[in-house]
């Protein structure tokens, strides 16, 4: 039986709107009162804040490493990160783990948030560059300003939330910690 050429096109185009789709959908989530978003192709998945196992000699914004289904993945406390107050733990505080690239590849990193609001789209004419001041944080953080429901979310940007020697460090924490039977399972 011979393919039917147009039913294939159509199919073609059905796969690349999902894809297209797929690039407009973000994280939202909260640091304090604020909004933000970040890609859902970066975020493998979404945990309950447990135990963490603190790691001496860390920056200040690094909680410690938690044993991911056998795997240490650091913890970072996003609001520390931005130079803010870090989060305090409440019933609705949570990690999310994102895939950030670094030079060896990548590298999953769990990100502590205040609380996860939604999984939004957002399309590509609502998203500005990122400002060049004002948005109180390091604007290469930022990926772009979305504009949803009549108001501005900061997109970030995971691969540049934590520099190259920040994942350095993190790296070398991971590779220290693998194996170590103190680190708590999470999950």
Same mark, same amino acid.
């Given at each position: 039986?011979?393919?039917?050429?147009?039913?294939?096109?159509?199919?073609?185009?059905?796969?690349?709107?999902?894809?297209?789709?797929?690039?407009?959908?973000?994280?939202?989530?909260?640091?304090?009162?604020?909004?933000?978003?970040?890609?859902?192709?970066?975020?493998?998945?979404?945990?309950?804040?447990?135990?963490? *196992?603190? !790691?001496?000699?860390?920056?200040?914004?690094?909680?410690?490493?938690?044993?991911?289904? /056998?795997? @240490? &993945?650091?913890? #970072?406390?996003?609001?520390?990160?931005?130079?803010?107050?870090?989060?305090?733990?409440?019933?609705? *505080?949570? !990690?999310?783990?994102?895939?950030?690239?670094?030079?060896?590849?990548?590298?999953?990193? /769990?990100? @502590? &948030?205040?609380? #996860?609001?939604?999984?939004?789209?957002?399309?590509?004419?609502?998203?500005?560059?990122?400002?060049?001041?004002?948005?109180?944080?390091?604007?290469?953080?930022?990926?772009?300003?979305?504009?949803?429901?009549?108001?501005? &979310?900061?997109?970030?940007?995971?691969?540049?939330?934590?520099?190259?020697?920040?994942?350095?460090?993190?790296?070398?924490?991971?590779?220290?910690?693998?194996?170590?039977?103190?680190?708590?399972?999470?999950?």
């Amino acid at each position: 039986m011979k393919a039917n050429p147009v039913s294939n096109r159509r199919h073609g185009a059905a796969q690349t709107a999902a894809e297209t789709l797929e690039r407009r959908q973000f994280l939202t989530f909260l640091l304090s009162d604020e909004t933000f978003a970040m890609g859902i192709l970066a975020i493998k998945e979404i945990i309950e804040f447990g135990h963490v *196992t603190v !790691v001496p000699m860390m920056p200040s914004f690094v909680r410690g490493v938690i044993n991911l289904r /056998g795997s @240490v &993945v650091p913890v #970072v406390d996003l609001s520390a990160r931005f130079g803010r107050q870090p989060v305090q733990r409440t019933r609705r *505080t949570c !990690v999310i783990i994102v895939e950030v690239a670094d030079e060896d590849g990548s590298q999953d990193i /769990g990100l @502590v &948030v205040d609380a #996860v609001n939604a999984v939004v789209e957002i399309e590509e004419d609502q998203i500005e560059p990122p400002p060049a001041f004002g948005a109180g944080i390091r604007s290469d953080f930022i990926e772009g300003m979305g504009k949803f429901n009549d108001r501005f &979310v900061i997109i970030l940007n995971p691969d540049k939330v934590l520099s190259t020697s920040d994942l350095a460090l993190l790296r070398n924490t991971e590779h220290g910690w693998e194996g170590h039977s103190s680190v708590a399972e999470a999950g």
